[in-house]
């Protein structure tokens, strides 16, 4: 592994752990025992060290998520929009369980009023494509047969944009109180909540 990568782990760590405020140069170059002047020379600000943090935060998980216009379930069939939001849930629980932390825009994005507008932008970015990403994907669910109804097209964005909202607040809220308490089991509640039909 790079020492780029060494420095982008440890501050990616550092973060959702303990918030932006706990990334320094120098404590990433002791976290990583290489010199402050070496974490300058990859990331010349703390800024921009953030910033390739969440970008790549947030190109790792949509890559992970996959296409949301191809999802295919285990039968091999087009995801129904259940399966889209269980598919989607079991990337923030094994996140969770995997890293034992928070996610890391859901850190920043509490932080959001202190951080420097490319840190900011950036992870706002990060909630945008999951919304898109989201919306994306329950359109293109089994259950949607396809319109040329425009109106109705228009009401039917509307409508998954919400849904997309309320998954991915839900899921962030719900990670923050299993890593508050120590548990899985409210994640999961929510989760299953998330995923039962209307």
Avoid at 154 to 162: G, M, P, Q, S
């Amino acid at each position: 592994m790079s020492k780029r990568e060494d420095i982008l782990d440890v501050t990616e760590a550092m973060i959702r752990q303990k918030g932006y405020n706990a990334v320094s140069a120098r404590a990433v170059a002791i976290a990583t025992d290489i010199k402050s002047s070496s974490v300058h020379y990859y990331f010349p600000t703390k800024s921009d060290m953030v910033s390739a943090v969440v970008l790549r935060y947030t190109d790792t998980f949509m890559t992970a998520l996959g296409n949301p216009n191809e999802l295919i379930n285990g039968h091999g069939d087009k995801m129904s929009m259940t399966e889209v939001k269980a598919h989607y849930i079991s990337a923030f629980r094994n996140a969770l369980i995997r890293d034992k932390a928070l996610c890391l825009c859901a850190v920043l994005g509490a932080e959001s009023g202190g951080l420097p507008e490319e840190v900011s932008n950036n992870t706002k970015a990060f909630f945008e494509r999951n919304i898109k990403w989201l919306v994306d994907a329950l359109e293109s669910s089994s259950d949607q047969g396809e319109s040329t109804n425009e109106a109705l097209d228009a009401n039917l964005k509307e409508t998954l944009t919400n849904q997309a909202v309320h998954i991915l607040a839900a899921l962030e809220g719900a990670m923050i109180i299993s890593q508050t308490t120590g548990g899985i089991k409210l994640f999961d509640q929510v989760a299953g909540q998330l995923t039962s039909p209307l």
